[in-house]
């Protein structure tokens, strides 16, 4: 495991639409190493090694293989740099022989005066099952109605029949049975070795600690995690999996409070009569700053003082990048912050207008032309924007809002401040009333908000909610900040309820 | 201005004003033999609207917020009686048009600052500002008399000028209020002024900015008031507030404002109500109190048929709310 890097992956990115598939994945892959890749399904996994394999191209971010810069354009080129894979789906051709399928695409070297020569492929096909230790099927039959288990061995035998120095393994083991799955063992501790590298993926976490070196967690596309298999346990890549709670799938990962040191917001001192008492703190760019308390705490008193639209007693809201004191809520809107309060139909949306209407209010401002024109057509393609980019499901922009589901709804209600260029986003209780995919989506939402360095202050009465998003958490109680917690020191549910209380 | 013109998306409450408009129209070319179409009747409409129309087009910034302005009448008799006077005394004939727009705004901001500053309902307001007002003017007129058109400015009572005039502002008016910023709040604030404020519209600010611009257009209405007429008249500007309130919900806006404010509306409201007191005079029934019972009347049919389209909408959207 200390070997050279024979694979480094920097920076890698793929998109699918507006989806992440992977981002900002980083790998070192070393001599001798079987490294383990697992996430739950659509963390990315697959897209990673099909990349690596040459069947995607990423779309940015480098690759290096033995040093040398690596961008394959096919799979056959990533073959030629010592590359291959067995993918997921069956990749045999079933009205070809299993013979040829083994030299899929390189049967060229057997041909002898434009025809291929069946015999000599067989041979060297054989060849490869007996090297390898695998299985031999019949060669000259098709390959259509075989076992899905002699399917893999053949994809296998083609995979391994370039000789590779790194060989790609997408969940071959759950199509296998025991003794074949001994086989594939045994092949890799060989590979092993033979000082080359594997990368294996599969959902049998037990199965994955057992076999590999290392073990790189995804989430989201993202890589959340590296451990040492001989010194992690299921229960650990299960956490790092999931994030905190299996319930909560969508929450983060990471246990680490990051953010920039950059202030955005300012809160000194700041009493409202009856609702908040010397509130002081600051939330700064990419932080997501949580809210939690019980009932009469004063979390939702936080959103309404720091746009703006309550009459303090005393105390300042600053907005750190434009250098201004908040008092009144126009005045937010136009210093780069956003509101998302908690009532939707009744603060938040004008529910009779249409979408269209609701969509452009927050940007009223940016969308003036010559003369205060407010062109129609300029007003709907940001409408259109909103819509597009957030899925909103409509018969289009000009439905009234309240046609819409809740989770749609909130959709607009969120959407139509991210299409804005914000400092700070307050939210007070975002999922309040949607359904688990809007929530999902909202979460995305937010963590994307937080790599665009925007702040985010969230207040929600959800305590998973909060666990799960915040890279710090205030506790309130009767109007005042009781407790900090970072998301490194004690973030449960236990400790926090202990502060509410 | 409007693209793709989809059937499908009119409602119902959208059509009454232009259903209602057409069977006005039809009714009275019937009932007056046809007079009512010869281009002198023409004309003599168009300009009979002039004042409404002008008066309304400030008033339905208001009723877009969900407010109402009903001291425009009072306000076209201030603005103009005040105005032509000052012309007078200082011998300065076009005086009277800045001052006049001058006095009207005054008024307006007035209103606009108790209405958003001392949260004071604007139809209180506008009841308590109608009688006090009406007073002041009286007891000024008392002391001034009638007065006429200065003869520098005789020029603005010729009906090319005073048409030419209209449709400029007419066309400023609409270009305000459906493609500017002050229309688009105002109505948010009509739909919803929690939300409006909530997300960070200067709600107090556009209350006070409508009620101005209201009373701006009625110091436009005195002019043409006086253009049209030559002079101040003791009755200057009465029953004009009724009048513009009731082509506006005539038009088809409802009381609560928001989205269902349009301009078109507005111009369609006053023709009709126009159709109707100068169709009931070619009639042969000028005499005012039959007219005024025929408009009371059909105000109340208008408000039966707005509150029961509204009715129906607020049933589809709770029916929408549960499945």
Redesign the interface.
């Known amino acids: 495991m200390s070997g050279e890097v024979i694979l480094e992956i920097k920076g890698l990115n793929k998109h699918f639409g507006p989806t992440y598939a992977n981002k900002n994945v980083d790998l070192k892959l070393r001599r001798g190493e079987v490294r383990g890749l697992i996430g739950e399904n659509g963390s990315g996994k697959s897209t990673l090694l099909s990349q690596i394999a040459g069947l995607y191209r990423p779309d940015s971010g480098e690759m290096l293989v033995k040093g040398e810069p690596y961008a394959p354009h096919s799979p056959i080129d990533a073959n030629r740099h010592g590359i291959s894979m067995v993918m997921q789906e069956l990749g045999v051709v079933g009205n070809l022989p299993a013979g040829v399928n083994v030299f899929l695409g390189r049967t060229g070297q057997f041909a002898k005066g434009g025809v291929v020569d069946l015999n000599a492929l067989n041979k060297a096909a054989a060849a490869q099952f007996a090297k390898w230790d695998l299985p031999m099927p019949p060669l000259n039959q098709l390959t259509d109605g075989m076992m899905i288990e002699t399917r893999k061995m053949i994809e296998l035998a083609r995979a391994l029949s370039i000789d590779p120095d790194i060989l790609l393994l997408d969940e071959v083991t759950q199509s296998l049975s025991l003794n074949n799955r001994d086989k594939l063992y045994a092949l890799i501790r060989r590979f092993k070795e033979m000082d080359r590298a594997v990368v294996v993926i599969t959902h049998d976490i037990e199965e994955m600690i057992r076999i590999t070196d290392t073990i790189t967690v995804l989430r989201d596309g993202e890589v959340v995690g590296e451990v040492r298999s001989a010194e992690t346990t299921l229960d650990e890549i299960r956490m790092m999996m999931v994030g905190r709670q299996v319930s909560g799938e969508y929450y983060r990962a990471d246990m680490t409070p990051t953010y920039s040191d950059e202030v955005v917001l300012r809160v000194k001192d700041l009493s409202v009569p009856h609702e908040l008492e010397d509130i002081s703190f600051e939330v700064h760019a990419g932080e997501i700053l949580g809210f939690c308390g019980l009932s009469d705490a004063g979390i939702h008193s936080i959103g309404k003082a720091v746009?703006?639209?309550s009459k303090p007693s005393k105390g300042t809201v600053h907005m750190v990048p434009t250098d201004t004191d908040i008092h009144?809520?126009?005045?937010?809107?136009?210093n780069f912050?956003g509101?998302v309060?908690k009532d939707r139909d009744?603060?938040?949306?004008?529910?009779?207008?249409?979408i269209r209407?609701n969509s452009?209010?927050?940007s009223?401002?940016e969308l003036?032309g010559k003369a205060?024109?407010?062109?129609?057509r300029k007003l709907s393609r940001m409408a259109e924007g909103i819509r597009e980019r957030f899925s909103v499901k409509t018969t289009g922009v000009?439905q009234t809002m309240?046609?819409l589901s809740g989770g749609n709804k909130q959709k607009v209600n969120l959407g139509r401040w991210l299409a804005k260029d914000l400092k700070l986003l307050i939210l007070d209780c975002p999922t309040r009333g949607v359904d688990v995919g809007v929530k999902a989506n909202i979460y995305a939402l937010m963590k994307e908000a937080k790599k665009d360095n925007i702040a985010t202050i969230l207040i929600s009465d959800e305590l998973t909610e909060v666990l799960g998003m915040a890279d710090r958490l205030l506790v309130m109680k009767d109007g005042r900040i009781t407790k900090e917690i970072r998301r490194d020191e004690d973030f449960t549910e236990q400790s926090v309820i202990g502060e509410m209380i | 201005m409007k693209k793709g013109f989809d059937l499908k998306k009119l409602r119902l409450s959208d059509l009454v004003p232009f259903i209602a408009f057409v069977v006005l129209l039809v009714f009275f070319a019937v009932a007056t033999g046809g007079k009512m179409f010869s281009s002198y009747s023409l004309q003599k409409l168009i300009e009979q609207s002039i004042l409404t129309i002008i008066a309304a087009s400030g008033v339905l910034f208001v009723v877009a917020q969900g407010s109402i302005d009903l001291t425009v009448g009072v306000n076209v008799a201030l603005s103009g009686v005040v105005g032509l006077h000052v012309a007078q005394v200082t011998g300065i004939g076009w005086l009277m048009i800045p001052v006049s727009l001058a006095v009207g705004l005054l008024m307006g901001l007035l209103n606009g600052v108790i209405v958003a500053k001392c949260h004071v309902p604007s139809f209180t307001l506008s009841i308590a500002m109608l009688i006090g007002v009406r007073g002041i003017v009286n007891y000024i007129q008392t002391i001034v008399g009638v007065e006429y058109v200065p003869a520098s400015m005789t020029f603005i009572t010729a009906s090319g000028v005073r048409i030419a005039a209209f449709f400029v502002l007419l066309l400023v008016m609409i270009y305000i209020f459906e493609f500017t910023r002050v229309g688009r709040y105002s109505r948010a604030i009509g739909e919803n002024e929690t939300t409006a404020r909530f997300v960070g519209i200067p709600v107090d600010k556009m209350k006070i900015l409508v009620f101005a611009l209201s009373g701006l257009m009625a110091g436009f209405g005195s002019v043409f008031s006086i253009a049209a007429v030559g002079g101040t008249t003791q009755t200057m500007g009465s029953f004009l507030e009724m009048q513009v309130a009731m082509a506006i919900f005539f038009g088809g806006v409802l009381v609560t404002g928001g989205s269902s404010a349009k301009f078109y509306k507005v111009i369609l409201g006053s023709l009709s109500i126009t159709i109707i007191v100068y169709g009931l005079s070619l009639m042969g029934m000028s005499e005012s109190h039959i007219s005024q019972s025929v408009e009371g009347i059909l105000l109340l049919l208008i408000l039966f048929i707005t509150i029961l389209t509204n009715r129906q909408k607020k049933l589809k959207t709770e029916h929408k709310e549960e499945a």
Do not use: C, T
């Open positions: 746009y703006g639209l009144s809520a126009p005045q937010a809107l136009a912050m509101y309060p009744n603060e938040a949306l004008m529910i009779h207008a249409n209407d452009v209010l927050p009223v401002e003036k205060g024109l407010l062109a129609p000009g309240n046609a």
